[in-house]
């Protein structure tokens, strides 16, 4: 069981809106630790979509974007499109007492029906 | 550009120890403020973080798997080993390495070994 938690499938039409949740606690999200977000297409390695919670990285499209608020975090992708399809991951750090340690979640598939 | 390559052994046994190498370029882990972490992939499973070592060799390791591995850098060779000890089929999985950026994300990734572990 992740410590972050994901919903385990999202779906949406082409050219429709769709926002993933990551829901962490007091001693990750809500510790101040950022939020960064990846995109693994089927049969390849993650790459970063998002770092420190909103910021993307060049090249990736602006219909995707991040936010955090409290101890959670959300990826938003507007104008969705095929290519989308994919699994999504937070990943974040943890403070407690075993750590500080790397954690992500269980991840998102995103299906564009 | 910055690129990382996972490489070892696609089948161990049960009970052996698991030996990967991340070999990359385009950067140097003597350099202030880079680090090269592990992770792995069981099949159709999520992400999970095993261990990360920095540019001055401070190391932390997953809680749950941390008596069983050793994450180690040659500088010289632009290297990174993770050794995990006492395999078990569970541990089955794609293992990737990638750079640590300072503000704690990953990036870029290598492509991942995959790893059996099976008698």
């Known amino acids: 069981q992740s410590v972050l938690t994901q919903p385990p499938s999202v779906s949406g039409a082409p050219r429709q809106r769709v926002t993933i949740s990551c829901t962490g606690s007091?001693?990750?999200?809500?510790?101040?630790?950022?939020v960064h977000w990846y995109q693994q297409l089927p049969g390849t390695a993650p790459t970063l979509l998002i770092y420190a919670n909103d910021k993307r990285p060049s090249g990736v499209p602006d219909r995707f974007s991040g936010s955090k608020s409290g101890t959670s975090a959300s990826l938003t992708i507007t104008g969705l499109r095929a290519e989308d399809e994919a699994n999504y991951y937070c990943?974040?750090?943890?403070?407690?007492?075993?750590?500080?340690?790397?954690?992500f979640g269980g991840g998102t598939k995103l299906t564009v029906l | 550009q910055i690129t990382l390559r996972e490489s070892g052994p696609k089948m161990v046994k049960p009970t052996e120890t698991l030996t990967l190498t991340c070999t990359f370029s385009g950067f140097s882990l003597s350099s202030s403020g880079v680090g090269v972490v592990w992770i792995r992939q069981p099949p159709e499973k999520a992400l999970e973080w095993l261990a990360l070592?920095?540019?001055?060799?401070?190391?932390l390791y997953s809680p749950s798997l941390k008596t069983r591995l050793t994450i180690t850098k040659d500088t010289s060779k632009n290297q990174v080993v993770l050794t995990m000890t006492n395999m078990d089929p569970v541990d089955t999985a794609t293992y990737y390495c990638a750079r640590w950026a300072h503000l704690n994300y990953f990036d870029p990734w290598g492509q991942g070994t995959p790893v059996t572990v099976s008698s």
């Open positions: 070592i920095y540019w001055n060799d401070d190391k």
């Open positions: 990943q974040s750090f943890d403070s407690s007492l075993s750590g500080p340690y790397v954690i």
């Open positions: 007091s001693s990750n999200i809500g510790a101040g630790y950022d």
